[in-house]
């Protein structure tokens, strides 16, 4: 059974810049997450989504937005990119709520300069 | 809010020695789900295991196991027969709805 697959794995954008980041989760899964992981910040939620709806959201200004296709797959986007966004960004998959726990992606290394 | 806190930035334990990371959380749910997630250099959380608060036993992995007390807001991960391998970031996570991790404890295995 394939993982959570996360493209491209690395992304290097200029300030200003927009970027759009992809996650296919696993086979059967409905729910995918995504999470920004900084040294300072640690990894912090950003929002989930569960059959094309948002579910949850973290408190990240609107420059961040992300949807769900029919087949799961989701795609996040940053607009207006700041020196501050360049992250670690994980995408995480689940069957329902996430109460047996999440399969992560290898996740999309973004710097922005 | 919830919150997750692991209050060991690092940890270092000798090859085969056992080890103990701590973490507590705050939370008025009665009703939720903990886990420890690795994150090896590849960058890739893995599941390391999974605590139902409405369990009273321990979850236990084969060399990993949980020290999961609800009274007092804690669930520490124990690691015996520590090998190299297991030299990662280790992640304790707390959900009810949305997953909330703490800021996580670098642990390095001594050869």
């Known amino acids: 059974k394939a993982g959570v697959t996360q493209t491209p794995r690395y992304l290097i954008k200029t300030r200003g810049q927009q970027v759009t980041l992809s996650c296919s989760p696993i086979s059967g899964h409905r729910s995918v997450s995504w999470y920004q992981q900084t040294p300072g910040q640690g990894l912090q939620f950003l929002f989930e989504?569960?059959?094309?709806?948002?579910?949850n959201k973290g408190n990240f200004p609107g420059r961040f937005s992300g949807r769900q296709f029919s087949n799961s797959r989701s795609e996040m986007n940053v607009s207006t990119l700041e020196l501050g966004d360049s992250a670690l960004y994980l995408c995480?998959?689940?069957?329902?709520?996430?109460?047996?726990?999440?399969?992560f992606g290898s996740g999309t290394r973004l710097t922005v300069v | 809010a919830q919150t997750v806190t692991q209050s060991q930035p690092e940890m270092s334990v000798q090859e085969a020695e056992t080890v103990t990371l701590s973490c507590t959380y705050d939370?008025?749910?009665?009703?939720?789900?903990l886990f420890w997630y690795k994150q090896p250099p590849s960058r890739q959380m893995i599941l390391v295991i999974r605590q139902e608060a409405y369990k009273q036993q321990n979850a236990t992995e084969n060399r990993f196991s949980v020290n999961f007390q609800k009274a007092a807001k804690s669930f520490s991960l124990k690691i015996s027969d520590s090998q190299l391998g297991d030299a990662a970031m280790y992640f304790c996570?707390?959900?009810?709805?949305?997953?909330?991790f703490g800021k996580g404890t670098r642990l390095h295995i001594l050869p």
């Open positions: 996570a707390y959900t009810d709805d949305k997953i909330i």
């Open positions: 995480a998959s689940s069957s329902g709520q996430g109460l047996y726990g999440y399969t």
């Open positions: 939370t008025s749910e009665s009703d939720y789900y």
């Open positions: 989504y569960f059959s094309e709806t948002q579910r």
